[in-house]
């Protein structure tokens, strides 16, 4: 006998997945969905749906169980060069102008599979990009793939496909890109598998974009075949994020079932062949040119960045007060109007970046340093971070190195210009800027995290599991709720939750 939900429970459940994963389901698909969380409700040990159902309600889910309610109830059937459309206006198209623009100059290229299910669509990526890129080894190329499924993303970290998954690819694809196993499976080569990040996102409640789960400066963003799971409301919130998290003249690619009227109205539209690309319009800001004070042409790694003291410890240390040199500078008198209308312009440029708008909070803050005799820390601390969601790492580096000629014991700064230091691949001098900034305060639970992160993409998985641990054992101290330091909003119980999936 198939089981059925009370009605108000029904629209309760429906609400309650709404909130927490930012899934929408209609009343069309009440089977359906009573079925998926019937089978739900076994894993967790319950024999009775309604049970479960009321359960869910009453009971806030950590992360991990999020994870394993999710993985009943999306949905993660794809294969590889799905819509094929999408990636021949890749090849042929967009990167073929996007490398020829940025070849000798920023040969760097950032690509996002929001929602990549078992992986066929990231490593579809990467192919794409050998295939576009003959010189790929001399470009900084970051694939960032993320799922609220973690069963779909152990699959994808496997990288072990049947042929069901190449159902709608030529031979070459294959024989070209993969290694078959001795079970008639077929795995993806080493080399592509090494191009590709995993990771746990929920798009319905995390940040993006945000340096810390590096959903910034995107070329280009897939997103095919999640947003109609959303509610309308969620459309529109989810890809307005995406919008800012794509670099001026980037591109998202949604699947052509997707309800296009739904999706933010400030991206431009391509047509190509039928198909719908949606650009990030690259002419509507113009960006101010820095008149009193210019970034350096060349950047060069100060003194403190280099042979820095490694910090090892599992216990954290006892945190320090450490004064702050203010810099001696020949003040001008300012009047009380003129001091507000500095004030009121910063914190303009604060929400502006809070809400992603990072062009213009660019345009605001260059604005304020170009005209303000006191360059204030706070103000090129905030300039810097946001060219550094903007993609452009050597000027944020420039402001960095300047934040530090007056203010050396900014541990916010040094953690930034790890995260910068990580992008143009230079992990070393990124380390160093790690330790350093857990030197100056040993609990910095972020520059923890990031080294935990390095050392694992390093192999280096001992001296990783160390950092998580010294993480963790700072994060137990806090309240969940807590926001960390800059962390873009992550609350200190999202970071265990993410450092316990990473670990596992």
Same mark, same amino acid.
């Given at each position: 006998m198939k089981e059925t939900l009370p009605e108000l429970l029904f629209a309760q459940l429906k609400k309650y997945l709404l909130t927490n994963l930012g899934l929408d389901f209609s009343d069309k698909h009440e089977k359906e969905l009573v079925r998926k969380i019937s089978l739900a409700a076994k894993e967790f040990n319950f024999t009775n749906t309604t049970t479960f159902v009321l359960w869910l309600l009453e009971n806030n889910l950590s992360n991990e169980q999020i994870e394993v309610l999710a993985s009943h109830i999306t949905v993660g059937e794809t294969y590889f060069l799905r819509e094929k459309k999408g990636f021949d206006f890749l090849e042929h198209k967009y990167l073929p102008e996007l490398i020829h623009k940025r070849r000798g100059k920023d040969q760097r290229l950032r690509i996002w599979s929001a929602g990549c299910a078992s992986g066929e669509e990231p490593y579809s990526i990467a192919i794409t990009l050998l295939r576009a890129i003959p010189d790929i080894k001399n470009w900084d190329i970051t694939i960032l793939a993320t799922d609220i499924n973690s069963a779909f993303l152990k699959k994808a970290k496997k990288g072990i496909y049947t042929k069901w998954s190449f159902r709608n690819t030529p031979k070459w694809f294959i024989d070209n890109y993969f290694k078959k196993t001795g079970d008639d499976k077929f795995q993806i080569l080493p080399q592509i598998k090494k191009m590709l990040t995993f990771s746990?996102?929920?798009?319905?409640?995390?940040?993006?974009?945000s340096l810390t789960n590096n959903t910034n400066a995107m070329d280009i963003i897939f997103c095919r075949n999640v947003l109609i799971y959303f509610s309308h409301e969620g459309i529109k919130a989810v890809t307005n994020h995406l919008y800012n998290s794509l670099v001026r003249g980037g591109i998202l690619i949604v699947s052509p079932v997707e309800m296009s009227n739904l999706i933010s109205s400030k991206f431009g539209k391509i047509l190509y062949y039928?198909?719908?690309?949606y650009k990030k319009d690259s002419g509507k800001v113009k960006q101010k040119e820095i008149t009193e004070w210019k970034i350096p042409e060349t950047i060069k790694i100060p003194k403190a960045f280099q042979q820095v003291p490694r910090v090892e410890i599992v216990k954290p240390l006892i945190k320090h007060e450490y004064p702050i040199p203010e810099k001696k500078v020949q003040r001008k008198k300012i009047h009380k109007k003129q001091l507000k209308e500095k004030v009121s312009e910063y914190e303009q440029a604060?929400?502006? #970046? @809070?809400?992603?708008? #990072? @062009?213009e909070a660019e345009n605001l803050l260059t604005n304020i340093l170009t005209k303000d005799a006191i360059n204030s820390k706070s103000t090129i601390s905030l300039l810097a971070k946001t060219k550094a969601n903007l993609g452009k790492l050597d000027e944020a580096s420039a402001l960095c190195i300047k934040a530090l000629e007056t203010d050396k014991l900014n541990t916010g700064i040094y953690y930034l210009m790890a995260t910068i230091l990580l992008e143009q691949g230079n992990d070393k001098e990124a380390m160093s800027s790690l330790n350093r900034a857990i030197y100056l305060d040993p609990d910095f639970v972020l520059a923890y995290f990031s080294l935990g992160n390095l050392c694992s993409k390093s192999e280096k998985n001992t001296s990783g599991l160390k950092h998580y641990k010294n993480a963790l054992n700072i994060l137990a101290k806090l309240n969940p709720e807590e926001l960390l330091p800059e962390s873009d909003g992550l609350t200190a119980g999202r970071l265990t939750e993410i450092i316990n999936s990473m670990k596992g």
């Open positions: 746990y996102q929920n798009l319905a409640k995390d940040s993006y974009p039928r198909f719908t690309i604060v929400v502006l #970046f @809070e809400q992603g708008k #990072f @062009e």
